[in-house]
């Protein structure tokens, strides 16, 4: 059994754990969520108010969890998993548009497999140009105008629910055109 540091403590045994990290002196926690760990900053420099600061965004992520938001909100798939929750509740209302299914698809088949695991807030111009080269090789051709637009019609619809929702700062612009091959 490992022994006690005094720089970490558990609040809660195995689900809500704070410490500090050796280059600063702000307090870090670290809490589950339907059984997946989520890292956050207390942003606090006391101790005990670093202790209530975590179980306060313990249970604020309890509640975005409950209520279909993202916990983890800057990371692209949760942001693009609540955006087809978005498509889907317009489709209940009937809302959606013919084109939400295919949407749906190219979040899960493209979208989600590349920007995945990315903070959205750090997609930038030279990732979108990745994102290009990757989705050709996956496809195996060169995309047709329609094709590309369709992708760029359902990465700006990620982008907004971002914008909407977690009011996050993007380092992106919206995207009118990604295809070098269609540029003229």
Not at 35 to 61: N, S
Request: overall charge positive.
């Amino acid at each position: 059994m490992p022994e006690k540091l005094e720089t970490t403590h558990q609040i809660i045994p195995r689900e809500l754990i704070i410490y500090l990290r050796p280059s600063t002196d702000v307090w870090q926690c670290r809490f589950k969520v339907d059984g997946r760990w989520i890292v956050k900053t207390t942003k606090e420099r006391d101790l005990q108010k670093a202790k209530d600061r975590a179980k306060r965004l313990m249970i604020e992520a309890e509640i975005r969890k409950a209520s279909n938001i993202p916990v983890v909100t800057k990371k692209f798939r949760d942001i693009a998993k609540l955006a087809k929750l978005t498509m889907e509740n317009e489709t209940k209302n009937g809302k959606a548009i013919a084109s939400y299914k295919q949407y749906a698809q190219i979040i899960d088949d493209f979208l989600i497999p590349f920007f995945g695991n990315k903070n959205i807030d750090s997609i930038n111009h030279n990732v979108l140009e990745d994102y290009e080269v990757w989705r050709t090789e996956k496809m195996g051709r060169t995309l047709a105008y329609s094709t590309v637009r369709k992708h760029n019609v359902t990465l700006n619809r990620i982008f907004d629910e971002a914008v909407y929702f977690l009011k996050c700062k993007l380092a992106v612009f919206k995207i009118t055109f990604l295809c070098s091959s269609l540029k003229s």
